[in-house]
């Protein structure tokens, strides 16, 4: 991470690199440099590339009870990642109609799946549904995000060698944290519009 800049500003670079990241937004290093006062694209730059190196994570299997499985890869989510991560999903699921027996998804590209792992899914007697696209307010799972990420910020400074030593191990720790929470969980899938009480 760039030495010349304070803490603070750090912090405050880092916020605005993850929040562009995690938007799908096209990120111009121009644009965040400019937000941050001393701060050249050459530093947004390899603040970016820090926090890329950390890691990604495929949203984490979300119920009204909260989180019930997570994995953070250190490569970018494709087809075969996110395929490998159902296949160790299903052991949690349930035949339908029972709790935990039909997966919700947006409609990412890599969501589409083969045929071999839908008949393995079906096979397991748990249903697939995709969200409609573009609607990721009625998506429990954003809402879950904000809270990880409000959490992560809140406490940066304090756990910077946390985060600076294993940043995956620190992510996984903080989703589980948040996503424990039961009431946290339905208060999120309340925003989302879907009635808890009936679930």
């Not at 946390?162 to 992510?171: E, H, M, N, T, V």
Request: aromatic letters at 8%; one cysteine or more.
């Amino acid at each position: 991470m760039a030495p010349r800049l304070a803490k603070v500003q750090r912090v405050e670079l880092e916020n605005i690199i993850v929040s562009k990241l995690e938007g799908s937004e096209t990120v111009k290093d121009n644009e965040i440099a400019h937000n941050i006062t001393s701060c050249s694209s050459r530093t947004v730059r390899a603040a970016r590339s820090n926090i890329l190196r950390h890691g990604t994570i495929d949203p984490p299997p979300y119920t009204i009870d909260g989180v019930i499985y997570c994995e953070v890869y250190e490569e970018n989510t494709d087809t075969e990642v996110f395929e490998g991560f159902l296949e160790r999903l299903l052991p949690y699921c349930s035949r339908y109609p029972a709790p935990r027996s039909v997966i919700f998804m947006d409609n990412a590209s890599f969501h589409f799946v083969s045929q071999t792992l839908k008949d393995l899914i079906a096979q397991a007697g748990v249903i697939i549904e995709f969200q409609v696209p573009y609607s990721p307010d009625t998506n429990p799972i954003e809402y879950l995000f904000r809270s990880v990420k409000n959490r992560i910020r809140k406490m940066s400074l304090e756990d910077e060698d946390l985060i600076q030593g294993d940043f995956k191990s620190y992510l996984l720790m903080q989703i589980r944290d948040v996503g424990r929470d039961r009431r946290i969980a339905r208060g999120h899938f309340k925003k989302a519009q879907i009635d808890v009480n009936r679930a």
